[in-house]
């Protein structure tokens, strides 16, 4: 008999039935956008905290609720997959579903793309809620498609709901969009060791058949010791249920946690390299030889690196987004004309 019940459960992405320490968020975020089911204006809510403390989940537990329940249309949106405007705003028409085949094909203008967004919206004959997670991929690369979706003006309600692990994100906006944005903050503070213990408790429960005594204990220790990411929690009780099941034992033990601990880190930058762009790659590849560069050293070993270099703007641009994603620090002081030390953070 395998020590595991049900692999999806321990997977990551997986969105359980409830979410423990969570209620009151919830709740909130609920109570924010239901006005939409009778046909009034919801209060647009903005989600910040630290990551993997279930922000994403809390927003989807919401959203598969209403979509049962009340007749609202959902539409959550991860601005790492689409983070232009036009890229945003032809997944929410292709997702409102009236016009499927009409926005398939690239390359639509936005105007032409927010045309179509109107009338999806006035015929869809209900309320629409937009979830844009991340949103910082947005405001930093281009905002404009915040102002559209916030002056928007249809005949059903449009809700919007932003996520960010940054909860200053929307002090980067222009004052014509701030002016606009009338968001309710609800803060994800980080569990504390005993929530992590019961989140990580209820997810054995569910996905292995039988485990020790210990096991979650171990495992919420380490992703709180880790910066408290639930997803180390959970991958550690992955790692060790895959261990056991090799081994051909029926109960996931203290000493198969054991051994997965110290393969088992912080979650964030491994995620993070999987969304970051080929140029991206190669500068922290180079980082990984020297721990700090001056920015025109940097550049010049990227372009003995590659065929086509980008242009030298390009190129600032990808320092700037990896400075963003807190992977490389900038010095603020230049030391010679605009160059500046630049550092593995
Ligand atoms: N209160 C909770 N109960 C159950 N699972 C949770 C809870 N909070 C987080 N998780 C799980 O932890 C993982 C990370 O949560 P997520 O919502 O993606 O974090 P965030 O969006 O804050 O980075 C997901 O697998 C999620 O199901
Ligand atoms: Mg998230």
């Not at 009409?102 to 179509?116: F, L, N, T």
Request: include cysteine; charge should be neutral; hydrophobic fraction near 40%.
């Amino acid at each position: 008999m395998s020590v595991v019940k049900n692999w999806d459960i321990l997977s990551p992405n997986y969105l359980p039935d409830i979410l423990p320490h969570r209620e009151s968020q919830t709740q909130e975020i609920a109570n924010n956008l239901s006005p939409a089911s009778k046909g009034r204006k919801p209060q647009n809510t903005f989600i910040f905290g630290a990551p993997g403390i279930g922000k994403t989940a809390s927003v989807n537990y919401v959203f598969r609720e209403f979509e049962e329940y009340s007749g609202i249309k959902t539409i959550y949106i991860n601005c790492w997959d689409f983070n232009t405007p036009t890229g945003v705003l032809t997944e929410i028409v292709n997702r409102l579903g009236l016009l499927g085949t009409i926005v398939q094909r690239r390359g639509w203008a936005k105007d032409e793309i927010m045309q179509r967004f109107n009338e999806a919206m006035n015929k869809i004959g209900k309320a629409v809620i937009v979830c844009l997670d991340e949103v910082d991929q947005l405001v930093y690369k281009d905002q404009s498609v915040l102002y559209d979706l916030l002056r928007m003006n249809a005949k059903n309600p449009l809700g919007l709901v932003f996520i960010s692990n940054d909860a200053h994100v929307f002090a980067k906006l222009e004052p014509r969009i701030l002016s606009s944005l009338n968001v309710e903050e609800i803060e994800f503070k980080p569990y504390t060791i005993e929530e992590m213990k019961d989140i990580l408790q209820e997810r054995a429960r569910n996905g292995l058949r039988s485990f020790e005594n210990g096991v979650v204990m171990l495992a919420a220790n380490h992703a709180v010791q880790k910066g408290g990411d639930v997803r180390v929690g959970i991958q550690t009780l992955m790692k060790a249920a895959t261990v056991a099941e090799e081994e051909g034992t029926d109960k996931l033990k203290v000493e198969h946690v054991k051994q997965v601990l110290s393969s088992v880190g912080k979650a964030k930058p491994e995620i993070l390299k999987e969304k970051i762009n080929d140029t991206e790659k190669i500068i922290m590849q180079l980082f990984d030889e020297n721990k700090q560069m001056k920015s025109t050293e940097l550049y010049d070993s990227y372009r003995s690196m590659v065929k086509e270099p980008i242009s030298d703007r390009a190129f600032r641009d990808c320092i700037s987004h990896l400075e963003q994603l807190k992977l490389i620090h900038i010095n603020k002081k230049t030391v010679d004309g605009n160059t500046r030390i630049i550092s593995k953070a």
